[in-house]
């Protein structure tokens, strides 16, 4: 089953973090809120709430991009 692996490599990731020494990073918090909302997605789909709990809900443009591509987290202090 696809969706049985695609679970064994999340958890192969979160055993690797775990096992890290590094600073936080802040896009590690923004998987466990995504993992919450794929448990708890409360009245819309489970893929929407995933894809909400990782984007970034500001309507400000920022003054000038840092990267060239996407966070892929909300980056609580930029």
């Known amino acids: 089953m696809d969706a049985r692996h695609k679970l064994i490599d999340i958890a192969a990731f979160l055993d690797r973090v775990d096992r890290h020494e590094g600073n936080p990073d802040f896009r590690y918090d923004g998987f466990h809120h995504a ?14 709430a995933v894809l909400e709990s990782l984007s970034d809900h500001t309507t400000e443009p920022i003054p000038k991009a840092t990267i060239q591509g996407a966070f892929g987290a909300v980056n609580p202090s930029p």
């Open 35 to 48: 993992l919450e909302a794929m448990l708890k997605p409360g009245d819309v789909p489970r893929a929407q």
